[in-house]
């Protein structure tokens, strides 16, 4: 399951050299933006955080603060996006998911259904650093229901790791096969709790199991009896346990076709995956839809807007 992204750590790296190249460019009489996607979108996170380093010694400023000022709309958000290291992005986007004028139940499903023990535990320390506030409770108090649990669950981050055991596998594949037919609170508790807490490695043998008992794929099982927030939670767990790749390209692919290029959603999941496995991500895209993520992007997008995201997606030319 290898998977490759678009950013890399750029050779040569020099931050005084780029702090100037944005301080320059920021402070022109026109904001020189084509400069700030040449440079932020070419280093990696851990690089761009030091130039913001240097560019306070040097101007004294906060270059997230001055990317603010200077910058409007979409733009704004991927440049200023890519400025947060990954834990603080997730805690960012969580934080107006749960606290904006309506919670953003799609955002919680993204980022909680996808993210690994240890990015969780990054990511609620984050949370509370920059929030002064508790992750788990927000969770508790802006969602509810099965949904709610659910994430409560996942947000704990304790999820087996490495661990599988061929003997349950089966056992398991019941109890979800009797969750899909019973759907009783108790039999929601424990189809949450096995997507939850079993480890990737073991439910990838639970889903076998799960196919040959009933003779059907565990995702369309979960479609046909339960509905809402609940049952799209528990199908991107499944759909994360078996390739997070396919996940994010449907994601994208939904996010810009059927809600109209969803901008939060494209912007979300370019950065959040640019230095993890957005190559791969862009390779499922096209096996899968037919038109490269590049392509769509590019009919939808305009302006400064689509060039960073076209940079953050990368690549060669011939692949689009």
Known sequence: NYCLGTIFPAPNFNPIMDAQL????????????????DVLTQRCNSQRLMIAEAYRDMYGRDLMTDLKENLSHHFKEVMVGLMYPPASYDAHELWHALKGVNTEEKCLIDILASRSNMEIFQMKEAYLTQYNSDLQQDIDSETSGH?????????????????ADPSTAAQDAMILWEACQQKTGEHKNMLQMILCNRSYQQLWMVFQEFQSISGQDLVD???????????????AIVLCVRDKPSYFAYRLHNAIHDFGFHNKTVIRILIARSEIDLMTIRQRYKERY???????????????????LLAICAGDVEDY
């Open 147 to 163: 949904f709610r649990d659910t994430l409560m669950n996942l947000a704990q981050g304790t999820r087996m790791e490495g661990y």
């Open 22 to 37: 944005l301080g320059g460019a920021l402070q022109g009489i026109s904001c020189e933006k084509d400069v700030l996607i």
């Open 290 to 308: 037919g038109k490269s993520l590049f392509h769509d992007i590019k009919h939808f997008a305009s302006g400064h807007y689509e060039s960073a």
């Open 221 to 235: 099982a979960i479609n046909d009896c339960y509905d809402g927030y609940f049952q799209e939670l528990l199908v």
